[in-house]
């Protein structure tokens, strides 16, 4: 677009040029959208129906940056600092890993189990590796009958989600540690342990979009060399934690599932274990619930 034409240039035009800009990168063109609904902070609907006003000579320059640093490896997210999570929005950085749809998927599956198992009773929830706090305020938000408490080894990213619990007015109750040592210190047993942990298999790092390897933190990306090291410690762990009735609900990478599962049977044979496919159809979450005695 040329500068002298910047003043009659609609933001269907910005769009269309921000657009293309970024699928010639092979980027994702949706970026463009996203970024001037945080702009002039509209939804999609409205954004539509101011297409053809004209845009503002500094939201076009805002835009053109944008599309640069997201060309340049950052993550949308991070630029708009925020992700949306089950309707609500999160505050991310470099510290967190940026929540993802399928996340949303391992809430709802969590609070499914819940249901069936306890009901309307209370119950002690642990998610381990909270990040942005996305699951852990999540489920303190979307069911009071939850106690709800969260782990994270990274004192930065702690910060991150008690902010977003704070801005959310969720309650929930933020541990340092690593794993469930916070819990197995004070001799505490929970009924619910969620934990999406990183799963990545180092030998997958160069093979990752530079978005993904070199804007989010490691510690919450790899898993070791096959991505199953966090879920082998577990496995040590939640006998420790776990009351004589519970739930452990896990995500995990593609090809994972029926490893995990092998897991969850040899450390809780009492239980039910199951492999749940996310919306597109990929294993992606696997719990054991029930009788969790050994």
């Known amino acids: 677009m040329q500068s002298s034409k910047m003043n009659e240039m609609t933001i269907r035009e910005a769009l269309r040029w921000a657009s293309s800009f970024l699928e010639e990168r092979e980027l994702e063109a949706p970026v463009a959208e996203w970024l001037l609904r945080h702009y002039y902070q509209v939804n999609r ?46 505050s991310v950085n470099e510290h967190v890993l940026i929540p993802r749809p399928e996340t949303e998927e391992l809430v709802v599956a969590v609070q499914e189990r819940k249901r069936e198992l306890f009901q309307q009773e209370k119950v002690q929830v642990v998610d381990v590796g909270t990040g942005s706090g996305a699951i852990s305020v999540t489920l303190a938000l979307e069911d009071e009958t939850l106690n709800v408490q969260a782990i994270d080894i990274s004192e930065e990213a702690l910060q991150v989600a008690k902010r977003n619990a704070e801005k959310l ?35 997958d790092a160069p093979s990752l979009a530079v978005h993904v390897r070199d804007h989010e933190p490691h510690l919450a990306l790899f898993g070791g060399e096959d991505g199953l090291d966090l879920y082998r410690r577990f496995m040590e762990q939640l006998p420790l934690v776990l009351k004589d009735k519970g739930i452990v609900g896990f995500e995990v990478g593609v090809g994972q599932a029926a490893v995990i599962k092998e897991m969850l049977q040899t450390t809780f044979p009492q239980a039910t274990t199951e492999i749940k496919r996310d919306i597109n159809g990929k294993e992606r979450m696997v719990f054991a619930y029930g009788n969790m005695t050994r």
């Open 45 to 90: 609907a409205k954004l539509f129906m101011i297409l053809d006003d004209t845009i503002e000579p500094e939201v076009y320059e805002r835009l053109k940056q944008d599309v640069e640093r997201h060309a340049g490896g950052s993550p949308v997210q991070h630029i708009i600092g925020y992700e949306e999570f089950f309707g609500r929005r999160f």
């Open 169 to 203: 007015s969720a309650k929930v109750h933020f541990m340092h540690g690593d794993l469930l040592a916070p819990i197995i210190e004070v001799g505490a047993r929970v009924e619910v342990v969620v934990s999406n942990p990183p799963y990545i298999p180092l030998t």
